[in-house]
């Protein structure tokens, strides 16, 4: 059982910052990519940044410059730094992570139960 656990959304004013967090845990033997998507009402999910285990960055083009992905590989965590927040980043942000439980079986997708972000003044 493999759980992915969101934490750090909330409500800030425009221009503000936040930093999301989300750890994984349960029967983990290795993660490959680690993402975030964010799904706002009304629209498709979408892909804002993900990480490779080698640390190779991708980001959405309307988050380039403000946001930032990391990880930390020993605590099965993935971070995204929000800067220069704008209105139009609110929405439900969901962990990602394509991961393999055993070193025999084949990876999985897993998906947290997101958190929101809200930008409003």
């Known amino acids: 059982q493999v759980q992915l656990v969101e934490s750090g959304g909330g409500l800030v004013q425009p221009g503000g910052s936040l930093r999301l967090s989300c750890a994984a845990s349960g029967s983990i033997f290795s993660i490959a990519v680690m993402a975030w998507y964010r799904q706002a009402p009304g629209k498709e999910r979408e892909l804002v940044a993900s990480?490779?285990?080698?640390?190779?960055?991708n980001y959405a083009d309307s988050v380039k410059g403000r946001f930032t992905i990391s990880r930390d590989n020993a605590k099965n965590t993935v971070y995204l730094q929000l800067n220069s927040l704008k209105p139009e980043d609110t929405a439900v942000y969901h962990c990602?992570?394509?991961?393999?439980?055993?070193?025999?079986?084949?990876?999985?997708?897993?998906w947290g139960q997101g958190t929101q972000v809200t930008v409003s003044s």
């Open positions: 990602n992570a394509f991961i393999r439980t055993t070193w025999a079986s084949r990876a999985s997708d897993y």
């Open positions: 990480i490779t285990s080698m640390g190779s960055t």
